[in-house]
């Protein structure tokens, strides 16, 4: 029995591995795809049997996708738009949690189950009375007015994200530091901020990648003059048909700021993501 319990531990880790493979494969094969056609020869991405492999490099859709239109302009939005997200929802975020988390004040649970009920409503559903308010409020066609538009949907999710990771940062921390001569102020930046690091990094990320995906309120609120990079791709698509080459070189550069972000926060981020999962 004891040489059979190894082999099959052995089958075991084989098909956890192959399960995860298949599911890396399935994952990674758009990104494949989309990276495939974006150096691949503008015939050859509306060939109607296409190869799976590479069938020549070109760095011309990179060319046509810059010369299609203002490319830099719509990336400085987005960029404007989605740093100023994190930015502003994370310091309003951590305030919330922290007081949410630390303090007991009448009507928390109530806080506390809004934060939830506004996460289950769909985005779509709140288009009409958004653009109604931003107009009301002259904010339409202001990247201002998209920017608080994002908060209102990432903030819960930061509020509710950043909550689960301070309430796993025992109290008693707080205490003594303040015993040892810290105010409340100076017990949160010196115990609770070093350790609540790793969940605000996840958390920006996530409100980041949100801000600069989101495709629909750019493209109801703002005007083609100020339109973000995800609505700029919509002019490969024209009365005479979709530019797919350069549409995926169009991609491939709107998916580079995603991934150095990564790259730079990848082990903060992996930190917060289990951190948060550990009931202190």
């Known amino acids: 029995m004891s040489t059979l319990a190894p082999a099959g531990r052995r089958r075991s880790k084989a098909g956890w591995n192959l399960l995860g493979l298949l599911v890396f494969a399935t994952a990674g094969f758009p990104v494949y795809w989309m990276l495939n056609t974006a150096f691949k020869p503008a015939k050859d991405a509306i060939d109607p049997d296409p190869s799976l492999l590479p069938t020549g490099l070109t760095l011309g859709n990179f060319s046509r996708a810059l010369d299609i239109a203002d490319f830099w302009g719509p990336v400085g939005r987005s960029l404007i738009v989605s740093l100023s997200v994190v930015a502003i929802g994370i310091a309003v975020g951590t305030l919330a949690a922290l007081a949410i988390s630390r303090f007991a004040f009448r009507g928390r649970k109530v806080v506390i189950v809004g934060i939830l009920a506004v996460q289950m409503i769909p985005l779509i559903a709140m288009i009409i009375p958004v653009f109604l308010l931003l107009n009301d409020l002259d904010q339409y066609d202001k990247l201002s007015g998209l920017i608080i538009t994002y908060l209102t949907f990432i903030l819960p999710f930061t509020v509710w994200t950043l909550r689960g990771f301070i309430v796993n940062i025992p109290k008693e921390l707080e205490e003594a530091a303040m015993v040892d ?100």
């Open 181 to 280: 001569g810290c105010s409340p102020t100076g017990a949160f930046l010196r115990v609770v901020f070093p350790l609540l690091a790793p969940g605000m990094v996840a958390t920006s990320v996530y409100a980041f990648v949100q801000a600069w995906n989101e495709y629909l309120y750019a493209l109801m609120l703002l005007s083609q003059k100020n339109q973000t990079a995800t609505v700029w791709l919509g002019n490969f698509t024209t009365k005479h048909g979709t530019e797919y080459a350069p549409m995926m070189a169009g991609s491939t550069m709107m998916a580079v700021p995603i991934v150095v972000l990564f790259l730079l926060v990848q082990r903060k981020m992996a930190a917060g993501l289990t951190a948060g999962a550990v009931k202190g």
